[in-house]
């Protein structure tokens, strides 16, 4: 019987992960008793009418297929709610397309959310509407990670308030990052390549690459005498090209060895 | 070639370990990534059922709805409702290796698994080396444990060293002895002897093989060790011993395996390299000399009981 519902949900909306529904224990119960009339066909067509397009709604309704229980009214209120707010429509389709639970929020959540991201930044009205659209995550996740990390970059870290706004405008993945891996990168880059903080300011990138990425490709420029991370001299390496660039064009334009002599001394250290 | 390339991922391979990384982190993320080209691959066609569907009848008159029999694809095996193919693996793990350390470490997959037991019996010596720093020690023989003594390493020469290292060697060779059980007034225990192959099939203490000193800059130095049933720490505690025994102190900065068996730098992968196609490769190309190193170590006559 299960079969014969997914045939008419497949056929209609290609894309839909049952896999990953059906290990939600509640989800077989809420989807059967639904009626496609009544509930979804509603639901659908006006997701279809925010801007998601149909490929699109299948990883969509494979983390939030609970947004079929929510009611349409409701629905319709947050989207003006955050269109009073200035979002426009393709802003709003975008981020519910990347955050999907962010239409199963009540206006007053969202309200919470965005006032506290607005107080706690202190970056203007445009700046923070930007960065929520960069990132919707912020508004659908838990504030207590956000609240420990914008600690630990003014207290641990040293970093000024300009410069954590800075950063968090260049990288807003940063709010959420774990607090050990954040610790970590910036431990090595400014103790062990002695790199000072108004240059990591300029390239945050650095801590959302892996540790390891970064310590490799340090040790190999130590090793053949090319870490030169001061923008004034010469040879200069910038790290955000460290970081970001693939081992092939690291090894050619910046190592001037051959990858195979970066993968001997990886297996070396 | 989902199934074909599970079909080719039976025996065994080396990997490199990168210090810094857990040895059961480096098995999950193999997993992982083997997993994710088996899932790539095609899967196999999926079956059809004979169901009687509702639809217009071509060339009638009447616009009538008639049951008609048509073969639909089922929905059981389709990826979206089954999920992926393959959801785990069985991977083995050879001689560990702790955090600190790195180097080559023996994987096996599937069928390999049991090979693993072999290579354990077949009790092999393994190369490591090991880089010392005089002057100081820690209460964990590691370079950033907590620090317990500093000396001055002035008075120690190259000629020293290496006196202390061949007094090791020549006690682990009394214990290489002992431990293997062999009498050696028998002709054939002494030429075993003689050629090197005497060792101990059983467990035992951790026992060098052979030492030496590879470079000599103090405050550091290098030195290259073959030893069996050891674990990394012991190598460090050897390390600091080395220095007591020099009238200084000496901690352990870098310990490297560089050979596990049979399996050396040249075969291990680098983390780049951790894809089903490259482990594919290596399983085939280690597998002759797998097969030839257990046959020759499990060989009755070869045991020295």
Redesign the interface.
């Known amino acids: 019987m299960f079969t014969c519902f997914m045939q008419t949900f497949l056929e209609l909306l290609q894309g839909v992960d049952l896999s990953k529904i059906e290990k939600h224990p509640d989800a077989a119960n809420l989807l059967l008793r639904l009626d496609f009339e009544k509930d979804i066909k509603q639901i659908l067509l006006f997701l279809k009418d925010l801007g998601i397009e149909d490929n699109q709604l299948g990883t969509f309704l494979t983390k939030n297929y609970a947004i079929f229980s929510e009611d349409l009214e409701n629905l319709k209120t947050r989207v003006a709610y955050l269109l009073s707010k200035n979002f426009s429509k393709v802003d709003i389709a975008q981020m519910v397309r990347n955050a999907p639970f962010l239409l199963s929020f009540s206006v007053e959540r969202l309200d919470n959310r965005l006032g506290f991201f607005q107080k706690e930044l202190e970056l203007g009205v445009k700046k923070t509407r930007d960065l929520v659209i960069r990132l919707p995550r912020l508004l659908t996740g838990s504030l207590e990670p956000v609240k420990e990390n914008m600690k630990v970059y003014r207290l641990e870290l040293g970093f000024k308030h300009k410069e954590i706004q800075h950063m968090i405008t260049k990288i807003p993945k940063m709010l959420t990052a774990s607090k050990r891996k954040i610790t970590e990168t910036f431990d090595y880059v400014h103790n062990v390549m002695c790199i000072p903080h108004h240059i990591i300011v300029k390239f945050p990138q650095v801590f959302n690459s892996r540790l390891f990425k970064v310590k490799e490709r340090h040790l190999f420029l130590a090793y053949l005498g090319r870490a030169q991370y001061d923008p004034g001299k010469p040879n200069y390496i910038s790290l955000d090209k460290l970081v970001s660039v693939p081992d092939e064009i690291f090894c050619e334009e910046m190592a001037k060895a051959s990858v195979q002599d970066f993968e001997k001394f990886l297996k070396t250290l | 070639m989902g199934l074909d390339g599970l079909a080719r991922l039976h025996g065994l391979f080396a990997a490199?370990k990168?210090?810094?990384?857990k040895w059961k982190h480096l098995r999950d993320t193999v997993e992982l990534q083997l997993l994710k080209g088996l899932n790539a691959g095609k899967r196999p066609a999926s079956e059809h059922r004979v169901r009687f569907l509702l639809g217009p009848v071509e060339g009638s008159e009447e616009k009538e709805l008639t049951l008609t029999a048509t073969s639909v694809p089922?929905?059981?095996d389709?990826?979206?409702?089954?999920?992926?193919a393959f959801t785990s693996l069985k991977i083995g793990m050879g001689h560990r290796l702790d955090a600190q350390a790195?180097g080559v470490l023996v994987l096996g997959v599937g069928r390999g698994r049991r090979l693993l037991t072999d290579m354990y019996n077949a009790h092999l010596t393994k190369d490591y080396t090991v880089h010392g720093l005089l002057g100081k020690a820690t209460d964990d023989f590691c370079e950033d444990g907590r620090l317990v003594e500093k000396t001055t390493y002035d008075h120690v020469t190259r000629e020293k060293l290496e006196r202390i290292l061949s007094l090791i060697q020549g006690s682990h060779q009394k214990a290489l002895v002992m431990y293997s059980n062999a009498d050696l007034q028998t002709q054939e225990a002494y030429e075993m002897a003689v050629s090197g192959v005497l060792r101990p099939m059983n467990k035992s203490p951790m026992l060098v093989t052979g030492i030496r000193c590879l470079q000599f800059a103090p405050p550091e130095f290098l030195l290259e060790v073959q030893c069996m049933h050891e674990t990394q720490k012991q190598l460090r505690r050897l390390v600091h011993e080395i220095g007591l025994e020099l009238k200084s102190t000496a901690v352990c900065t870098q310990v490297?395996r560089t050979r596990d068996g049979f399996f050396t730098?040249d075969d291990?992968l680098?983390?780049?390299q951790w894809d089903l196609p490259s482990i594919q490769d290596a399983i085939q190309s280690a597998a002759p000399r797998v097969a030839a190193e257990l046959e020759k170590n499990l060989r009755p006559g070869l045991g020295t009981q």
């Open positions: 490199y990168p210090p810094g990384l089922t929905l059981i389709h990826p979206l409702v089954r999920g992926p790195s490297r730098l291990a680098l983390r780049t």
